[in-house]
């Protein structure tokens, strides 16, 4: 809650005294025995407010963001749609370049393993109530496990397109995630969702179709990379799976992106929908904050890395047989530790192929996308994991084992904000409410180091950068990081600023989030993203108006990737946001030191 001493423009009142009238009407003695609720001291603050545009402005740039007006396509019922608001909502253009929109992930279960669209009633609900707190859309995971699971090119997509049905009467947008992983075993799965029975299948007899560790332990979240160009699924490779998938998506989809329900399409590149390697997974026993695992031994990765390494000259150098096990810390192993083998040409060889091979799985596969999508009004988009942990010691090493070769001296994800920018595809990065403070000490994290880079690098080279919270949060700290993170520099009063994020997606809808008190304040966070102004549904008037896809640009030559990781320093960050989120006792407190703060 910003301050009522400003108005919502930023423009402080010239009379003392007209503020002191202002506050006094507010809380007369006889009124204030009747707040005795937070709703009713909220709806004073909201008068405030709108006084106060009042004064400004001369007139009105207030309106209640629990209010919005009937979508145009709802077939919803007055009785059921939120009220619309007795005046259309104004905006000042120069500030609105700041709005940056809200999204809402959907539970993970919204569609049933049978491919059911269960407790309709319940979602319609909880997406009028998202619709009414100012949120611009939702995302969901579109389930390859749940579609294509009676059999190859058998796509069931009635369940979803009951979903987008629903979402698109009640007036959000929508971003789709092709989900090609399973779900299950990372943190904060509610629900399992496998990969397709008949392509579990095939890994009865050919285990090697899924990422192995050195020990030979299987993971069975996402078909490795290895397969990616295999024709072992009844003659496809990996990337015609996920192609058709998509192809077919479009088919049978096309009403709703024509509509403009769908904006963006995010591919999922790896596990937890990431382009990153399985290297640190509850189910094989991994526990925070260890350092993970390399997942390149299935026969498929060996043979591509021996092929390499001879005709690199070392027929003789083989995959790390020294980098420990999922619950070590770098000190304890040889090839993370000082001095360590990840230091040496042979560990440097490795590395570079590992993180090579992960960057182009993303780009074929996000070439596909681009093909199955051209000429559609939506948006790509891919993920990238906050590997945060061990982010400060020098060998970075979950880092590394997730496949982001980032060291002090080598930047590792710009060459993959490089390799996004051919496709013209959304950057989307993870934990962006965490906070150095909040990590245990021993774990050498650094989120907020690591968040600065990241999207540091992604603006340098251009893409569009989105974001997510890891974990969810329900208070005000992790909210203004969020925001923090969101617009680096603070509010440009003059128009864009020169770093902002594209857009904001908060994990996740729940019961939890939508609690009373939990839920005022997600609705303030909402409405500090979008600069105080009010919702728009014009994406034009921020910015975020979206074309026709074009084709992608021509293939990067590895020289082009490689001079990427040359590491720049990230842009200046604010120490905090310029737009908190307080939750009630905060405004309480702050509302009585600017009243006495009046008289001094």
């Not at 007369?28 to 603050?45: C, K, T, Y």
């Not at 059911?116 to 939702?138: C, H, I, N, S, T």
């Not at 991994?286 to 591509?304: M, N, R, S, T």
């Not at 640009?553 to 905090?576: I, N, R, S, Y």
Request: hydrophobic share 35%; glycine share 10%; aromatic share 12%.
């Amino acid at each position: 809650m910003t301050s009522i001493i400003r108005s919502t423009q930023g423009g402080c009142w010239g009379s003392d005294r007209l503020r002191l009238r202002l506050y006094g009407s507010v809380f007369d003695p006889a009124v204030m025995p009747l707040i005795d609720r937070v709703e009713s001291l909220q709806g004073v603050i909201r008068k405030v407010k709108r006084i106060e545009a009042m004064g400004q402005t001369g007139r009105s740039n207030y309106v209640d963001v629990t209010k919005f007006p009937k979508a145009g396509t709802s077939k919803l019922s007055t009785d059921e749609m939120p009220e619309a608001p007795t005046a259309p909502s104004t905006y000042n253009e120069k500030i609105l370049a700041n709005y940056v929109p809200v999204y809402v992930m959907l539970p993970l279960g919204v569609i049933s393993n049978d491919n059911v669209f269960e407790d309709q009633p319940k979602m319609e609900k909880q997406l009028k109530e998202l619709r009414a707190a100012g949120v611009d859309g939702v995302m969901v995971d579109v389930w390859w496990g749940i579609v294509e699971s009676k059999g190859p090119k058998q796509y069931d997509w009635s369940a979803y397109r009951s979903l987008f049905a629903l979402v698109q009467e009640c007036g959000l947008k929508l971003q789709a995630i092709m989900s090609f992983h399973r779900c299950g075993g990372n943190v904060g799965d509610e629900v399992t969702i496998p990969l397709p029975q008949w392509v579990l299948d095939i890994g009865e007899t050919d285990p090697d179709i899924f990422y192995t560790n050195r020990k030979g332990n299987r993971n069975k979240e996402y078909l490795t990379i290895g397969v990616d160009n295999q024709p072992l699924f009844d003659g496809r490779t990996a990337v015609q799976l996920y192609s058709d998938y998509m192809k077919s998506f479009r088919e049978n989809m096309s009403d709703f992106i024509e509509a403009g329900l769908i904006i963006d399409i995010e591919v999922g590149l790896g596990p937890a929908g990431e382009l990153r390697y399985p290297s640190y997974t509850g189910t094989q026993g991994w526990v925070f904050p260890g350092i993970g695992e390399f997942q390149c031994y299935d026969k498929y990765l060996e043979a591509e890395f021996k092929e390499a390494a001879t005709g690199a000259g070392h027929p003789e150098w083989g995959l790390p047989d020294n980098a420990g096990e999922y619950n070590d810390t770098p000190g304890s192993t040889e090839f993370f530790g000082l001095n360590g083998t990840y230091m040496t040409e042979k560990g440097k060889f490795f590395l570079t192929w590992y993180s090579n091979k992960l960057i182009n799985h993303g780009d074929e596969i996000l070439d596909e996308a681009n093909r199955a999508f051209l000429g559609c009004k939506v948006k790509l988009a891919a993920k990238v994991a906050g590997i945060h942990w061990w982010y400060k010691s020098p060998s970075h090493a979950a880092e590394l084992t997730s496949g982001y070769y980032n060291l002090k001296d080598r930047d590792g994800y710009r060459p993959i904000a490089r390799m996004l920018s051919r496709h013209y595809a959304i950057f989307n990065f993870t934990c962006l409410e965490m906070r150095d403070s909040e990590q245990r000490a021993d774990a050498k994290c650094g989120p907020q180091e690591l968040v600065q880079q990241v999207l540091s690098g992604g603006w340098r080279e251009e893409v569009e950068v989105a974001g997510e919270n890891a974990l969810s949060r329900y208070d005000s700290n992790g909210y203004n990081q969020m925001l923090l993170n969101a617009r680096p520099g603070g509010i440009s009063r003059e128009g864009l600023p020169k770093q902002i994020m594209y857009g904001v997606t908060y994990l996740r809808l729940s019961d939890e989030l939508l609690k009373d008190k939990n839920f005022k304040i997600f609705k303030t966070f909402v409405k500090k993203m979008h600069a105080d102004q009010d919702y728009c549904a014009d994406l034009g008037m921020y910015n975020h108006q979206i074309g026709p896809l074009e084709r992608s640009k021509p293939k990067l030559v590895m020289e082009d990737l490689l001079e990427a990781t040359k590491p720049m320093e990230p842009f200046p960050w604010g120490e905090e946001t310029d737009m908190k989120v307080d939750d009630f006792d905060g405004v309480l407190a702050n509302l009585i030191r600017k009243l006495f703060s009046l008289f001094k």
